[in-house]
């Protein structure tokens, strides 16, 4: 009889032939699906993609083992409540950043999600309940009524942008992520 751990491996050797999906495409639709519990989770598998119980079980565990769940609950408590409406800012901000590169990692912290290529080049933070900060490692790139010092704001950035919009998320910030991303190589 085949152990626990020959079994999971069996399953996950199978996972792409019998679901159509690698495990990581069923993380990412996990991830976006922005569901908690691990039986809403298996329903979503279910009843939406057709994946069988014991497949969307297991998917769900490794879900929820690799940490991915609790990147997702990061971010959900710091867009809760009085922040909640500030959500449509860090969703644009995060679609813009992710177009840059495979390479494009997403950190959550308890206050802010992280930026990150090899290494950081910038933040964002909802700062208040009207505004977000987006800290961006621009160096000595000269200051503007909009691309300010960061200041006391945070030491890990050399620059902030306060947004109090979606429509902030504009070529002219997207140009400025672009050049952080490329720097931090």
């Keep these: 009889m085949a152990t626990p751990n020959e079994m999971a491996a069996t399953m996950l050797r199978n996972l792409p032939e019998k679901t159509g999906k690698s495990l990581g495409e069923w993380h990412k ?28 079980n297991f998917i769900v565990a490794k879900y929820r083992d690799s940490g991915e769940q609790a990147d997702n609950d990061l971010v959900t408590a710091q867009y809760s409540a009085a922040k909640a409406e500030l959500r449509p800012i860090y969703d644009a901000l995060v679609k813009a950043v992710s177009g840059f590169g495979k390479d494009v990692e997403l950190a959550p912290k308890k206050a802010y999600v992280s930026l990150r290529r090899k290494k950081q080049f910038g933040l964002i933070q909802p700062s208040t309940q009207t505004r977000v900060d987006v800290g961006l490692n621009l160096g000595n790139a000269k200051a503007t009524k909009r691309l300010e010092k960061s200041g006391s704001f945070n030491a890990m950035v050399s620059h902030r942008v306060r947004l109090q919009s979606p429509t902030e998320v504009d070529q002219q910030l997207i140009n400025w992520l672009k050049k952080a991303y490329e720097g931090a190589q």
């Design 29 to 56: 639709i996990l991830k976006q699906s922005s569901l908690e519990k691990h039986g809403a989770l298996v329903k979503l598998l279910k009843s939406e993609h057709g994946v069988t119980h014991g497949f969307a």
